[in-house]
């Protein structure tokens, strides 16, 4: 046999062993955010050698609850608990900087150590005049409002598609932090005053605040890109923490009700410069009912006392605004769209308790618009805001749950309930979340916490 022809067959196993080597696992919203993305990653974090938030900005909210002690995150990865595991802000986050610093200080009160965080130096960063225009935006457009929270997330990825973004770099050095304020701020302060009537923003402050901002944020910078490339091909555990849902993705959500970035997996790569073929599994996070917070269609939304129960008891109020957050019953049609967009491998089914104690369950199987049934999610915002849900009823269950750790603790009608959400997903579902804490998880498949799934090893060996 020629020297080509060994040379062929051992670069074919090099490859081999560096496919089997991947341990990547992507987190992602698989409805309009607010899934309990934060508890899922923290599970995970625990055997991560890794975890990057891809995407978004302050936001998102995620919450992690360990004993006594519940975390809001907008912008430290989820993994922070996990002393061994480091924590990447990659470059696809829009980072402010002062709500940054306010999480670590918050973080160091607790006595958790935050020596773990690093942040690319190409992420971009949500100045004054962002947050002043998005908060302006917003009011101009009165009741055609999109629903923003006015942290200035928007504005900061007008800037960086408009390429006059200030990033990182610029952040940590003073001078280039001045040259670029300056040559920005000016257009920025036309807009606020001419167009909106609003008080121009000085420059000078803006320059001491963020100056500041960027000399205790400097130590924490590096090019995540390499570090993540020689992680990824390196063997590491690594969780890719989403932020947002799928249905408020910039291209595939329900625009323009959604968010100015990309929380699909498929933002994974852009927002982190991994390649796709280092993304093993897909996790998609889904309530076991639905809820959205802002404007746009919403097919299951219950505006009546069982909605108001469900947001009691799930106390469903947004982390980063507090607002109240619509509730509608579970809605497979977008589940099914999520589970196509994002290509998920398996679901974890969060907030099961919360449903304990309704009479009857209804899940939305399909649509109906002018007549037509279809299982199809309209590519037409329009359209959906005239659908119709089809709903098939289940039983409840009376029993509490919380307690529960194997899929044989929970009622007859609860395990019916999760059977029927995976049939009609496509996807089988390998975490169930029945409380806040980390233990209240039912692990359905193992190989999910150690980054991979059935489906997904299958898929590899293919």
Request: hydrophobic share 40%; glycine share 10%.
């Amino acid at each position: 046999m020629g020297s080509a022809r060994w040379l062929s067959i051992l670069w074919f196993w090099r490859c081999r062993e560096r496919v089997s080597s991947v341990a990547a696992i992507v987190v992602v919203g698989a409805q309009w955010g607010d899934e309990a993305k934060g508890k899922i990653v923290d599970l995970l974090a625990q055997r991560a050698d890794i975890v990057v938030r891809y995407g978004g900005g302050s936001n998102a909210g995620h919450t992690v609850t360990v004993g006594n002690l519940v975390l809001k995150l907008h912008l430290v990865p989820s993994g922070i608990l996990n002393p061994r595991t480091l924590c990447v802000i990659s470059g696809g986050v829009v980072l402010d900087p002062a709500v940054l610093l306010r999480e670590v200080d918050e973080l160091r009160s607790y006595g958790i150590s935050t020596d773990s965080v690093r942040i690319s130096q190409r992420a971009h960063v949500v100045l004054p005049y962002h947050k002043e225009l998005d908060r302006l935006e917003e009011l101009r457009r009165g009741v055609g409002k999109i629903g923003t929270t006015m942290q200035g997330v928007g504005p900061a990825y007008e800037d960086k598609a408009r390429r006059c973004g200030i990033r990182v770099m610029d952040l940590v050095d003073s001078d280039r932090l001045r040259a670029r304020v300056t040559a920005v701020l000016p257009d920025k302060n036309f807009l606020i005053a001419r167009l909106y009537g609003g008080t121009t923003l000085d420059r000078d402050a803006i320059l001491e605040e963020y100056t500041a901002y960027g000399a205790r944020i400097r130590p924490m910078v590096a090019d995540t890109d390499a570090l993540l490339h020689a992680a990824s091909t390196g063997g590491q555990r690594i969780v890719f923490e989403g932020a947002q849902g799928t249905m408020l993705d910039l291209d595939h959500g329900t625009y323009p009700y959604v968010t100015s970035s990309h929380p699909v997996a498929g933002g994974a790569c852009l927002g982190t410069g991994v390649g796709p073929k280092a993304l093993q599994t897909i996790l998609g996070v889904t309530k076991s009912y639905t809820t959205r917070v802002g404007e746009g269609a919403f097919p299951t939304e219950l505006l009546d006392e069982t909605g108001n129960r469900i947001r009691e008891q799930g106390h469903e109020y947004g982390t980063t605004t507090g607002r109240p957050r619509r509730i509608g019953w579970l809605d497979t049609v977008a589940l099914r769209y999520a589970a196509r967009v994002n290509g998920l491998d398996c679901l974890a089914a969060t907030l099961l308790d919360v449903l304990t104690g309704l009479p009857r369950l209804r899940i939305c199987a399909a649509y109906e618009i002018d007549g037509e049934r279809t299982a199809d999610l309209p590519a037409n915002g329009g359209d959906l805001a005239r659908v119709q849900a089809v709903y098939e009823d289940l039983p409840g269950w009376e029993e509490l749950i919380s307690h529960a750790r194997r899929l044989e603790d929970l009622p007859a009608a609860a395990r019916d309930y999760l059977e029927r959400v995976a049939e009609l997903a496509g996807v089988p579902i390998a975490l169930v979340s029945v409380g806040p804490q980390r233990e209240q998880t039912i692990v359905l498949q193992p190989e999910i916490l150690e980054g991979g799934s059935p489906s997904a090893a299958r898929r590899h060996a293919a």
